[in-house]
């Protein structure tokens, strides 16, 4: 049954519905996993040039400070110490190479699939300390803070946890605060929406008046958010609507949201390429400070500048496009990445350069 | 120099072990016959045509379900030299061990090297056996050279795709990539997904009397059949368009897939060969190969199309089952370490 | 990084852990973020943790749109 949302047959239809669409729309991406599963599905081929996809800040990877990442390279250096860290993380340039490159260097890192790996770690070698780099959205954060709350009643005493979570809602905000907005509607993050409820994101509706749909992550999904946000712009209906209602309700996973509740407190977070944004961030509460990899060591790491001409920030604002860095395709590239939209897999100038026909700067389709 | 040390990511088989080829090995040593940076070395001695190949391997697990770091040994070098047109004659065998490895396990794996050599009649003829301290080498790594004697007719090389071309991927795709991935997180997936290592010889020698109109031939191993194909456009200066409704995947290997993030076109693969053929003689070259039970799921997987070769342009895309159209680019580093 | 692949739980195990089918893969998965979970409900698996169960009801009203839209009238399993 699930796979009907997979059915080409049925994405064919809806990609007829939306080529009938006469008017000109800009939709933002907020996150990274659909960007590159609307490249992967061959949807952005199909659409029609008036309609006008932009990526939006939901990678975590991208939006992760360098600084936070040096943070982590210095704790993987750390005597008797493991860091367990994602694999798009392990690729970002920080002051002095990137977490996979000090492997190189003699730290001690593992690549995660998920952060119960590193519970067993824990668990299976007192002697080492376990420190998880603790990113992502609203989808991951319960994990974490599962994990957390078992190692709580195990009473496991070599876990820590370098915490650089965002949050997406606060990030929105952010977006649809500033000067030039000119996003006509947002295509909404499934997974995080799973976790949070589709209410949410009611302030869309009651303070921005912008239409959002949540989507899922099929073809088929992608395809009909993508209809109905149309339908939406086109009637100039400022409404939040549930394309993935079959796992997303109005409320959202409440034992989840407890479980954040219980080992996080929220913070102002600083998002790379956005500056700070309160209430955007997560930190440990009290009852579980004691896993705080923060506390191991006494940082001291001076800001790191971005590099000059690296159009990241307002790449993931949805106001330029990759083409549009002069950075793009000529120095940074997947091999040699320069900022973090290049680095992460996810990130909107790697999915460019991968899958889009229009590849370096002056380059004509085929 | 571009980089100052060597990374992981260079012995991966993508764009960055090219680089490290390109910037080290050949100003090093570079001639005529490596440049050409096929899979075997194409050698002439006396009036006979004979290949040469070699390759190392630090697979992780050592035994995964499907073979062992024996069976790829010998299954790897064999396959470069049976996509290369050459029959395999002899194996040369080199051993690097750490000190501690268990007898039992040396044994299963000489046992399993005996055992594949066996089934295509080749002959482990020579080998060399070193053992280093704990620590200094990771369990085992094999390195096996080997020599195939050139069949009649047969003229593989990676700049010979031509317009028109078909393209075939002799069974299903990313088999044993995801065999190890489970094995190595030892994941307790149900039913056991298995690695797909074997000789691919017995294709090679049912498509002999083709060999005029089979272009080229490659093992898809790192990097996947991606890989291969980007690199065959490449070196042939020729545009690809595979289609995503005619790939062979297994439906566990589609989930797990979806459960790593990975795409199964970059995933490697043991024992496939993806051909470029004359397309006047697709359907009798694909015939000869269902025909062995090695190829029993093979089918044509895209086609060399006739628009210009640009090196600003990928050369590979793919059409979607939306009917829609995508690049498939040459990644950079493929994302599973050590599997094979 | 929002990966999430939709299975079919065929065991509950203990330590808040069940057996999730994907397509014929099955893999344990770590359930403490759903209540009430049984044998037979669908979940939605993100990095070794279900996240949330599939509600039928709404995934066969989804289905039977996209059937009106290709104008056939199989009955949705």
């Known amino acids: 049954m699930i796979n009907r949302f997979a059915d080409p047959a049925i994405g064919k239809r809806i990609l007829e519905e939306i080529r009938r669409f006469g008017g000109r729309a800009t939709i933002m991406e907020v996150c990274g996993t659909h960007t590159v599963a609307i490249f992967r599905a061959g949807i952005r081929d199909g659409l029609p040039e008036t309609v006008n996809l932009v990526s939006g800040p939901g990678c975590p990877v991208c939006v992760t400070p360098v600084e936070t990442v040096e943070k982590a390279v210095r704790l993987s250096f750390r005597k008797n110490t493991t860091l367990f860290c994602f694999g798009d993380m392990m690729r970002v340039p920080a002051a002095n190479g990137t977490i996979e490159s000090a492997i190189s260097r003699g730290a001690s890192v593992r690549m995660m699939y ?157 998002w790379r390429g956005l500056g700070t944004i309160p209430a955007s961030g997560l930190a440990l509460k009290n009852g579980f400070s004691r896993f705080d990899a923060e506390a191991l060591v006494d940082f001291d790491i001076p800001a790191i500048p971005e590099r000059p001409g690296c159009l990241c920030g307002e790449v993931i604002k949805g106001k330029k496009k990759p083409i549009d860095c002069k950075l793009y395709g000529t120095v940074c590239t997947p091999s040699r990445p320069i900022g973090p939209c290049m680095v992460s897999s996810e990130g909107t100038c790697a999915a460019f350069y991968k899958y889009a026909f229009v590849k370096k700067r002056g380059n004509h389709e085929t | 120099m571009k980089h100052e040390n060597v990374t992981l990511s260079m012995g991966a088989g993508g764009k960055l072990s090219a680089e490290l080829v390109e910037e080290v090995f050949l100003p ?278 006739d628009t210009a070769f640009s090196q600003e342009i990928p050369p590979v895309h793919i059409e979607t089952a939306l009917g829609t159209r995508r690049f498939v680019p040459l990644l950079d580093s493929e994302p599973l370490p050590r599997i094979c | 990084m929002c990966l999430a692949i939709p299975g079919k739980v065929v065991e509950l195990l203990k330590d808040r852990q069940a057996i999730v089918d994907f397509m014929g893969v099955k893999k344990t998965v770590a359930v403490d973020l759903i209540d009430n979970l049984k044998k037979g409900d669908y979940v939605i698996v993100h990095a070794g943790f279900a996240i949330n169960k599939l509600d039928r009801r709404q995934a066969r009203e989804a289905i039977k749109e996209f059937e009106t839209l290709l104008g056939d009238d199989k009955p949705v399993r």
């Open chain 1, 114 to 270: 998920s952060p119960m790996e590193a519970l067993e770690h824990a668990r299976e070698n007192p002697q080492v300390d376990t420190i998880l780099f603790g990113i992502g959205f609203e989808t991951t954060i319960p994990l974490f803070a599962s994990v957390l709350m078992r190692a709580q009643e195990e009473d496991i005493r070599n876990l820590y946890l370098l915490c650089a979570f965002k949050l997406i809602p606060p990030a929105l905000h952010a977006l649809l605060s500033s000067e030039d907005a000119e996003i006509d509607g947002f295509m909404l993050p499934g997974h995080v929406s799973t976790i949070i409820g589709e209410d949410a994101y009611r302030f869309l509706e009651t303070r921005y008046r912008v239409p959002a749909v949540i989507t899922g992550f099929e073809p088929v999904d992608i395809l009909k958010g993508i209809a109905m946000l149309i339908q939406l712009i086109e009637k100039g209906i400022p409404e939040v609507r549930n394309e993935y209602s079959r796992f997303v309700s109005k409320q959202g996973n409440p034992k989840a949201q407890e479980t954040i509740h219980a080992v996080f407190t929220e913070c102002d977070a600083s």
């Open chain 2, 28 to 305: 090093a040593y570079g001639n005529k016959i490596c440049n050409t940076l096929d899979d075997a070395a194409e050698l002439t001695i006396g009036k006979s045509s004979i290949a040469f190949t070699t390759d190392s391997f630090t697979v992780k697990p050592i035994f995964f379900p499907g073979g062992d770091i024996g069976t790829l040994a010998i299954c790897g070098t064999a396959n470069d030299l049976a996509v290369k047109g050459a029959r395999p004659v002899a194996i040369s065998v080199g051993f690097i061990i750490e000190d501690g490895f268990p007898m039992v396990n040396l044994k299963k794996i000489a046992a399993s090297m005996q055992k594949a050599a066996a089934s295509i009649g080749v002959k482990i003829v020579t080998g060399d056996t070193k053992v280093v301290g704990k620590k200094e080498a990771d369990g085992i790594f094999i390195n096996t050279s080997g020599i195939g004697a050139t069949m009649p007719g047969m003229c593989i090389s990676c700049t010979r795709a031509k317009c028109g071309d078909d393209i075939i991927i002799t069974g299903t795709i990313a088999d044993h990539g995801i065999a190890i991935l489970n094995a190595r997180q030892n994941l307790d997936f149900e039913p056991v997904i298995e690695s797909d290592v074997a000789p691919v010889l017995p294709i090679v020698e049912a498509i002999a009397d083709y060999g005029k109109y089979i272009h080229v031939m490659r093992d898809p191993t790192r990097g996947g059949i991606a890989s291969v194909i980007n690199e065959i456009a490449k070196a042939s200066r020729v545009n690809v368009r595979l289609y995503e409704n005619r790939l062979p995947v297994k439906k566990s290997v589609i989930s797990c897939c979806n459960l790593f993030g990975l795409d199964p076109l970059y995933v490697p693969n043991e024992g496939k060969i993806v051909l470029f053929v004359d397309h006047r003689k697709t359907e009798d070259i694909l015939e000869k190969i269902k025909s062995v039970p090695e190829g029993e799921n093979a089918t044509v997987i895209g086609k060399v199309l």
